[in-house]
């Protein structure tokens, strides 16, 4: 199996000082790290760099240190908006929308747990600005708003609320208030509910009272962030999501990840995780992301936490020797995006290497408790080697 404190340190030494873009925040990194600078800058990709770079500084890493910084200083400056608040989805849009508004909050609340300077401010505003979202009569978070505020969109999405789950999680780690673990937990019980009654194929696309739309962007099935059908990696995202809560949900995580894995692992007779299937299980879009192996290993790796079952200490080992053969890059550095059906390098959806969120994680998962949180265990040295 790949040595997984060494693949954490080469990953975080990849999106290093020059992630750091000259006009603030995360330059989106080209094949070999380089910063393509043509590219916009973005919250989620800066908060996510931040999130990584303040584990690394908890881990030991000190040269983290000034690129959680200058992430987290983007966030307050350039890419906040000052006169109404919240973040942009970027300078060529002044949407905002819930999923970057999630990755704002995992970061400040990583960083106020390392005590990098501006992280408390930057976790409180973060939270504040959360209220704007929250749908207390559904329970959930709407996807997006104008800049000032005034219109909310139609569209619901399940993508948004998974990734507020696990900021929420950090947020209550960091700041010791149950009450965004409860919320984390109101938000994890829908979508355990919407799981159950598609056979654990769970529903992305929602209206405005949050009723499923099983048929939207049939149209758009290689989407980045709204693909039709039932995406394979999100039911493993929330897979490991159910173990953080207080108490684990462990029999749906366990529907979800069987779910997952056996529609999406070699679906089409090749190794891998296709990205999405129908309602029905068969294969939509055949590409293989790098995201979605990173969060099947992590998800097996909480799994066997919990239950003790030899049978994912057997997934693990499979995934992450198909992560060693297609995606870890030793030569250029990080891991390969995307792949196609046959498993050889693609860049329709994803080129360049512009993250380490997931493949970090999944470096750090298995050898750290399910509580307390990623950030909170790391500085409290409950890393195994």
Sequence with gaps: MVDLDAEFRRLVGFGGAGVVHPCGGAAWLGDRGEPWLDRPVQP???????????????????????????????LAGPLHDDEHGGWPTSAESSDKNAYDHAFVLL????????????????????????????????????????????????????????????????????TGDPRWRQRARRI??????RGREFGW??????????????SYHRDQPDHP???????VGHGL?????????????????????DRAVADGWAADGEDGFVYTTDWSGAPVTHDRMWWVVAEAVAAAAALHTVTGEAR??????????????????RVEGSWVHQLDRHNRHATSVWPGKP??????????????????????AVRDGLLAD
């Design 225 to 231: 962030f709204q693909p039709y059908g039932a995406t």
């Design 355 to 376: 993250d380490l969120y997931h493949a970090v994680q999944a470096t750090l998962v298995p050898r750290l408790p399910l509580a307390p949180g990623m950030a909170r």
């Design 201 to 214: 194929r769970l529903p992305e696309h929602f209206t405005p009272a949050w009723e499923p739309m099983p």
């Design 312 to 329: 994912y200490v057997a997934d693990q080992d499979r995934f992450w020797a198909f992560v060693e053969s297609h995606h870890i890059d």
């Design 188 to 193: 994890a019980t829908f979508a355990v509910a």
């Design 237 to 257: 995202e929330w897979s490991r999501l159910l173990l953080h809560l207080d108490p684990p949900l462990v029999d749906a995580s366990a529907a979800l990840y």
């Design 107 to 174: 970061a400040a609340s990583t960083a106020t747990v390392a005590g990098r300077p501006g992280a408390s401010d930057l976790m409180a505003e973060a939270l504040a600005t959360h209220e704007r979202f929250w749908e207390p009569e559904h329970g959930m978070v709407c996807d997006l708003f104008d800049r000032t505020w005034a219109r909310r969109d139609t569209y619901r999405g399940l993508n948004a609320n998974m990734h507020t789950v696990e900021a929420l999680l950090a947020a209550s780690d960091a």
């Design 44 to 74: 989620y990709s800066t908060a996510r760099m931040a999130h990584v770079h303040g584990l690394a500084v908890l881990a030991g890493i000190e040269s983290s240190g000034p690129v959680a910084d200058a992430m987290l200083a983007a």
